[in-house]
């Protein structure tokens, strides 16, 4: 009995509500006692006067919304018994015609939370008129920035103006060249019938078999034809030098010893002089052994040259030809005369075309001022430089350095050699190309294309090779160095086993309508872009049956990235999320190969692989496992057991991946199992 007033006293101390009655004027007509106790608050007082300073119109504002609706949370901060001010959330209805308030004591907490809502809103007030001061700075900046960017483009519009008309010049010049090129092999070709029948007549002339001469007749007869043979000469360099300026110049090397390449020079040069010549050419010891692989002839030709150089010029004295072997596997040839020498300032302007040296020693030998400088273009053909020392009034040294074998040689040993051994990664490309320059650019283009280029340079070789492989695709170019390869296409369009390889044939001439009508599955006219080279065999290389792989892992990311790695190949791929999902795709779809996560939420990777191999359908699938899990010694010896290969998820690559699926595929007989499956599944 007595506990329950004390109860109803603590409550009441406890309660933080006030209740308050007021007429629309604001004055109070009826306060609970806890409003009496807690603000003040008696009867006959107005509101107003409990407000804090500064918020009276507050209070007006509630009480004038409170005589016409319900009101919600209206804060007033209350000077409770003349204290300090309290913060109260009041809620408002009206009723007969006053306001009816009940309010309640907001936490100090709160209000401290409030004032410091306050001081942030004033932080972030300044901060946003300093970031509106900070935008106006980037606008003016970004006008100046707009303004800048159209005098570049302006500046850009004036480049483009240039390079255009660069591109027109060096365009217009590349035409002259041609011409010029053109023009002097068929002016060179057509000199040549005429000067033959001139040497030809001027030889028979002076045979005494055809009737005697005058002497007078016979000297005159000699200079007709020592002129002819200046002028033929003169026509060999013009077209020697046309022939490499269009880089149509064909190198063929072959092996050679040293020793027997010297012999055959002695025997060339010995006629270079007169009987009486107080001139000698000499030959000192030279390593006879030393083996080359090169292009003799035009090492021969250079090495003329040279000797016929120096004996226009060394009125007496000798002419000394030698060999040794030079640094770093390469040969030096040198021709040493006791001529008139050279003076310092011409010394490298003889290698330009049509110079001469003018000093009247050397004005007294007439020349075509072509010898040097095919002789330069010659060696550097043949990977090797040509220098010339030299004393005015003492003689010149000319020093032909090459390489013992040329580095096409050694190219071709090794393009040969990568051929011989096949990369199961890689597809088999044969290219029949009698080109070596052209050979090199097919192995860069396809090197990490998936594709491997195996190099013939003839058709027997290319007959030869398709006996030890079966290639993917073929590239041919039908106008070959001594023959054509039409016959070897037809051949390999005509026979069942090799008439659905996608042959692709690129050479310069435009033959298109033969070559399609033989079985070409392609036509292009050199030169070949690599993107377009590679897009084209990727195309004809895998028109039969497409590899379906099925990727079976429960992480989405996982699939996705596995997509990415094989994006832009041939593979059909599908995907599940389970180990039941993949079972059921396995047997639905018969996909050729597939990639299996270790570990999934449904099913682990060891029985996905029972039900696998359990099931006729999908036992000869070959899996790839690749997984994220450090395997146990004991898991990793059964998967490698039942599984193609085992991958590292954070290791893979694009390049790996494509080279173990063609593993698995290569070891699972694909052909044949591709060409069974498909019977089956139509």
């Not at 106790?37 to 300073?53: E, F, N, V, Y």
């Not at 519009?157 to 053109?182: I, W």
């Not at 390469?330 to 075309?353: A, L, W």
């Amino acid at each position: 009995m007595t506990a329950a007033p004390f109860a109803s006293r603590l409550l009441d101390a406890l309660s933080r509500e006030v209740a308050l009655v007021c007429d629309p004027g604001g004055t109070i007509t009826w306060a609970d006692a806890r409003a009496e106790s807690i603000l003040g608050a008696q009867k006959g007082k107005r509101l107003r006067g409990l407000a804090a300073q500064g918020t009276e119109e507050k209070v007006d504002r509630l009480l004038l919304q409170a005589c016409e609706e319900r009101v919600e949370g209206w804060e007033l901060i209350l000077c409770a018994g003349g204290s300090k001010p309290t913060t109260f959330a009041f809620r408002a209805q009206p009723y007969e015609g006053q306001v009816v308030m009940v309010g309640s004591l907001v936490p100090e907490d709160y209000g401290a939370a409030l004032s410091q809502v306050s001081s942030t809103l004033s932080e972030l007030s300044a901060l946003h008129r300093e970031t509106e001061r900070q935008q106006r700075e980037l606008q003016r900046r970004a006008d100046e920035l707009q303004r800048l960017n159209r005098e570049l483009e302006e500046s850009n519009r004036g480049v483009r103006s240039l390079h255009a008309a660069l591109d027109e010049k060096a365009e217009s010049l590349q035409r002259a060249a041609e011409v010029k090129g053109r023009v002097v092999a068929n002016v060179s070709h057509e000199f040549r019938t005429p000067l033959h029948s001139i040497l030809g007549l001027s030889k028979v002339l002076l045979n005494p078999l055809n009737g005697p001469l005058t002497a007078e007749q016979e000297k005159q007869v000699q200079f007709v034809r020592t002129s002819a043979e200046a002028l033929y000469d003169l026509v060999n360099d013009l077209l020697d030098l046309s022939k490499i300026e269009a880089g149509k110049a064909v190198l063929r090397p072959n092996r050679f010893v040293a020793g027997d390449f010297v012999s055959a020079m002695r025997g060339m040069m010995r006629p270079l002089l007169p009987p009486e010549s107080p001139v000698e050419i000499i030959f000192p010891e030279s390593p006879s052994t030393v083996e080359l692989e090169t292009d003799e002839a035009k090492l021969s030709q250079v090495l003329r040259n040279l000797v016929s150089n120096a004996v226009k010029f060394t009125e007496q004295g000798t002419i000394a030809i030698q060999v040794r072997q030079g640094p770093r596997d390469t040969v030096c040839f040198s021709v040493k005369d006791t001529g008139i020498g050279i003076p310092p300032e011409y010394q490298e302007r003889i290698f330009e075309e049509f110079i001469q040296v003018e000093t009247p020693l050397h004005k007294k030998v007439k020349g075509t001022g072509l010898g040097l400088p095919l002789a330069r273009r010659l060696t550097e053909m043949l990977g090797g430089t040509l220098t010339v020392q030299s004393v005015e009034g003492k003689g010149s040294t000319f020093t032909v350095t090459i390489p013992r074998v040329h580095p096409e040689v050694k190219e071709m040993v090794g393009l040969a050699e990568r051929g011989q051994h096949l990369d199961p990664a890689r597809a088999p490309v044969l290219v029949l190309e009698d080109d070596r320059q052209t050979l090199f650019l097919y192995e860069k283009y396809l090197e990490r294309s998936g594709f491997q280029v195996i190099a013939v340079r003839t058709v027997e070789e290319a007959r030869r090779t398709v006996q030890r492989v079966r290639p993917a695709a073929m590239v041919l170019d039908v106008m070959l160095e001594g023959e054509t390869s039409w016959g070897f296409l037809a051949e390999m369009k005509s026979q069942e086993d090799t008439r659905d390889i996608p042959i692709l044939v690129v050479t310069i001439t435009d033959r298109e309508q033969k070559a399609r009508a033989l079985g070409a599955d392609e036509f292009w006219l050199k030169p070949v872009e690599p993107d377009r080279l590679r897009r084209k065999l990727d195309e004809l290389a895998h028109r039969g049956p497409v590899e379906r792989i099925l990727i079976i892992d429960d992480d989405e990311v996982h699939r996705y990235l596995l997509k990415q790695l094989l994006k832009d190949t041939h593979y059909v791929l599908m995907e599940a999320s389970g180990g039941r999902d993949g079972v059921q795709l396995a047997r639905d779809k018969a996909p050729h190969l597939i990639f299996l996560d270790f570990l999934l939420q449904d099913m682990t990777a060891f029985d996905v692989l029972d039900q696998l191999k359990a099931d006729p359908r999908t036992r000869e699938i070959p899996v790839i496992l690749h997984t994220s899990q450090e395997l146990k010694e004991n898991e990793r010896s059964r998967l490698a057991q039942e599984t193609a290969a085992i991958l590292a998820k954070h290791t893979l690559s694009r390049e790996v991946a494509i080279a173990r699926i063609r593993d698995a595929l290569a070891k699972a007989g694909l052909g044949t199992r591709i060409e069974e499956r498909e019977v089956r599944r139509g």
